[in-house]
């Protein structure tokens, strides 16, 4: 069991590690870093990668096209047994793997936060985290860039959305949170439902990712008349699925919501379309695959979102080893 010096009720420290030296990982360290309540080093702020690394420095570009350099803490696992909290920032298909490496050293009452897209990783962590060990989402609209190892550019503003998705915290250890995030986020909404944004992110995700990925197309076509019968259906097998996990969605909102999330992305290349570019692994088991998997759970045909789940397996069959 991991056990830590018991936090005093006027402590106002916060001692983050950031899991993942990506895009998001170096995005929220730099934020939580260099945020202006930080400046005298008050929270400590870490970044545990997955290789052990040596660096002391990593390079941020800010959107206004200014480049510099900024010092790196790298963590060990003091860092993670005394951290408050554990920002997760790695890919889907990463994040068990992740939580199984770090959960024997972390702390009973830490607070540990998932940014990841899609959905269904939670029922693959074994072992779970303690009840005492509060999970929560973070849904994130701003945009990240890796350009190369330890080098992130930061590519779009957007709002967040926190909210737990297992166990408790104390109103104390909320505020807290809050506060040393919203300074550094900025734009950081408190959900009391989060499971019901983390839907609607899954919704936007499942129709435009896999359309522009397989049709290499930006964000905006996705509302173009060919692609407008297979979003009605994307969608109508969401909302029923949904439904079968306690969770109430509406088809003409959902439609709405990707309608407006393609027009004000319109010139963006998706992440499904920029990792098929890449040749990378793509999120798709955790978009439309778990739309696949909760059907057969619940025997509920899910013909499209299966479709295109296996669609884009196929294109990353024909590069991945
Ligand atoms: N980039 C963006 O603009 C946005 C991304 N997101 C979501 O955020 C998540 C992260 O995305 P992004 O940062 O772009 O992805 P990246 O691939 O850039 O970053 C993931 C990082 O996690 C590292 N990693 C993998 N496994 C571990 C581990 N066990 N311990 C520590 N580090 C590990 C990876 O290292 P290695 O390379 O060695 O595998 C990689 O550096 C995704 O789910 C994405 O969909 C959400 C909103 C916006
Ligand atoms: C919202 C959207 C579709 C923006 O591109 C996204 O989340 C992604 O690309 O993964």
Redesign the pocket.
Known sequence: MALRPLLSAKRHKMNTVI???????LLCYHRLSQAENNKQGDDLVSL????PATRIDYSFNEMNGVTKRFPLTIADKPSLTCADVIIV????Y?AT??LK?IHQFIADDAIIIL????LGTLEEINPPLKPSQCLLALL???????IAPYHVEH??MGHSDLGIISGKLSAIKQKQLLACLNKSLKQLNWQENIQQAQWKKLAINCVINPISALNNTENGQINQKPYQEMTKDIISEIVAVAAKEGVTLKVSLLRQLVYNVAESTAKNTS?MRADVLNQRRT?IDYINGYIHRLGEKHQLTTTINTQLWLAVKALENKYLP
Do not use: F
């Open positions: 899991v993942g030296q990506g895009a998001i990982g545990w990668p997955s290789t920032c790695v890919k889907s990463q793997d992740a490496t940014t990841h897209n899609g994130l609209t701003q945009g990240a860039k890796k590519t779009g992440s999120e």
